[in-house]
C-alpha cells in the first residue's frame, strides 16, 4: 500500500507541465535537478541551528543585553495557592467570572483577590525582557545573513532582473549549487522555527504565525520538487529584505532607546509595505500567475503554488493592516503605539488601579483615626486637640 501510495503522489502529471515526465528529468554528469530527497537534509541543518542558536544566546546575545541596559521588569508574583494552581494548571488560565466566583468560595477569598492571583501567575509565565532581546537579536543575525546570501546568489541571475526568465526552458532548469545551499539555509531556518515554536515567545498572532510558517515550508518544499527554484529565490529575498529592519526595530525597543526605535519602524513599515504589498504581488504573484501560461499550459502543480502564494499573500495584509493601524496612531499622537502582536504584560493598569484603591483605603483609614482621636489640620498649623470641650467650644492646647 506505501508503495501504491508513493507511486500515486509522484504521478508527473502533479509535479510537471504536460508533455514532460520524470524520465526528462533524468540527472547526468554535468546536469543536476532538484530530488525531493534532498529535503531530509533540512531536518538535521535545522537542529544545527536550533544549537547553533542556544549558543549564540547564552554566549552573545544575553551578554549583550546586559551591557546594553536591558532590565527584566520585576513582577509582583502569586502567593501559593493550591487550589488555584491547580485550576491554573489543569483547566484553564483566564477563568470566566462564574469560576473566579466559584473558586473564592473554594479558597474563602474575595473575587478580587482570586482574579489579581490569576493575573499575577500569567504574567509569571510571560518571557522576560531579556529572552525577547535574544530571541529578536538571532532573528536579526539570521535575517541579515540570509538576505545578502540571497543577493551575492542572485545578483547576476538573470531572473532577477527579468522576471520572465523564471520559466525560460522550464521545467529542464538545472540546479546549480549556490541555489541548493541558499534553499536549504532558508528551509532549515522555518524548520528551526517550528521546532522552537513551543518555546518562543508567543504573541497575538501566534495561530497565524503556525500558518505562516506552515505555508512557507510547504511552499519551499513544493517549489523545490517541482523546480520552481527560481521563482523561490525571488520570494525568499522579498521577505527577509523587510524582516532585516524588524527585528532591530525590537532591540531598541528592548533598550528604551525610543526615538531610534520609531525611526526604524517608520523604515521597516515602509519596506514591508513596499516590498510586501508592491514588489511580492508584481514579482511573484502576477509572474506565476501569468508570465508562466506563455511557457505551459495549467497543470495542478500550477494552481498548487498559487494558492500557497496567495495564502501568504493574505498574511502579508493581514500584518499590514496592523501595521498601517500603528502608523496612523504614530502620526496622530507622535509616539509608537505598543506592538499589537507582541506578548505585553498583561494588566498593568488593573496593578496601578490596585495599588491607587489600597492608598485611598489606607487614607480613609487614617483619616479615620485622626477623626476618632480628635485630631484636625487647619491650615497647615499645629493639630489641635478635640478630646477636652467646655462650653461646647474647642480648647487648643
Known sequence: ??????????????????????????????????????????????????????AFERAIALPLSTKLGVRDKQRPKAQPNPVLETFYSTRCKNPEEGELSSLAKQCKLPVRKVEKWFRRRRNM??????????????????????????????????????HRECWTGY??????????????????????LVFTLPFDVKRKDFKEQIVHHAATIFLISFSYCANYIRIGTLVMVIH??????????KIFNYMKWKKTCDSLFMIFSAVFLISRLVIYPYTVLYNTYYYSMEIFQ???????????????????????????????????????????RSDTEESDKDEERDKIREKDKN?????????????????????LNRAHLANGHAKER
Open 240 to 249: 527577509d529584505a523587510s524582516d532585516c529592519f524588524l527585528e532591530p526595530t
Open 171 to 192: 521545467p529542464q532548469q538545472p540546479l546549480q549549487p549556490s541555489l541548493f545551499w541558499y534553499y536549504m539555509l532558508e528551509l532549515s531556518f522555518y524548520w528551526s
Open 125 to 162: 509565565d510571560r518571557p522576560s525582557l531579556s529572552k525577547k532581546f535574544c530571541e529578536a537579536s538571532w532573528r536579526f543575525t539570521f535575517y541579515i545573513i540570509s538576505f545578502f546570501t540571497g543577493l551575492a546568489v542572485l545578483y547576476d541571475k538573470p531572473w532577477l532582473w527579468d
Open 298 to 340: 495549467p497543470f495542478f502543480g500550477y494552481y498548487f503554488v498559487n494558492v500557497l502564494l496567495v495564502t501568504l499573500q493574505l498574511l502579508h495584509v493581514f500584518w499590514s493592516c496592523l501595521i498601517i493601524h500603528m502608523v496612523y496612531k504614530f502620526v496622530l499622537q507622535g509616539t509608537m503605539e505598543k506592538d499589537m
Open 1 to 54: 500500500m506505501a508503495h501504491s501510495l508513493y507511486e500515486w503522489l509522484w504521478q508527473h502529471e502533479f509535479w510537471l507541465p504536460p508533455g514532460i515526465t520524470w524520465e526528462d528529468m533524468q540527472e547526468s554528469e554535468d546536469t543536476h535537478y532538484p530530488q525531493p530527497r534532498d529535503l531530509l537534509l533540512s531536518i538535521p541543518f535545522a537542529l544545527i541551528l536550533v544549537v547553533i542558536r542556544r
Open 363 to 383: 487614607g480613609i483609614t487614617y483619616f479615620s483615626n485622626v477623626a476618632s482621636n480628635g485630631y484636625i489640620q487647619r491650615n497647615g498649623s499645629e493639630p
